[in-house]
């Protein structure tokens, strides 16, 4: 099957970013929940994109509690809401898509860019 050779794949990588999509990642949690979150917590970005806000939510906590790390979320709209209150720290970026993922943040940014600044200083 494709995505356990895939899985397998970045197995032997750790300087790599995962990037997967909604209907990627329900057939990894469904079928390969435990290679999935080991090859995920190894890495040092995991994008997760045209996700449900349930599933983002889902992957912000199966993280959380595989590693006992803190976790970061950052979004920019109403669908990440759920993701940003279910991280440890969360950053919302105002929008396009409103406000409403900075008002449920612990920060608020206007620009992704702005994203390495706060980073260097919460060091």
């Known amino acids: 099957m494709g995505a356990i050779d895939e899985i397998d794949n970045l197995r032997s990588k750790n300087d790599c970013c995962l990037v997967i999509d909604g209907e990627s990642l329900q057939?990894?949690?469904?079928?390969?929940?435990?290679?999935?979150?080991?090859?995920?917590?190894?890495?040092?970005?995991?994008?997760?994109?045209?996700?449900?806000?349930?599933?983002?939510?889902?992957?912000?906590?199966?993280?959380?509690t595989y590693t006992q790390k803190r976790v970061l979320s950052i979004g920019d709209g109403g669908n990440d809401v759920s993701m940003i209150q279910a991280a440890d720290v969360g950053v919302g970026i105002v929008g396009k898509e409103g406000m409403q993922a900075s008002l449920a943040a612990d920060f608020s940014i206007t620009q992704f860019s702005h994203l390495t600044t706060l980073l260097r200083k919460w060091r």
């Open 27 to 64: 057939l990894c949690l469904d079928h390969f929940w435990e290679e999935f979150i080991e090859i995920a917590v190894r890495l040092p970005v995991v994008v997760a994109c045209r996700c449900s806000p349930t599933q983002k939510a889902d992957i912000t906590r199966l993280i959380k």
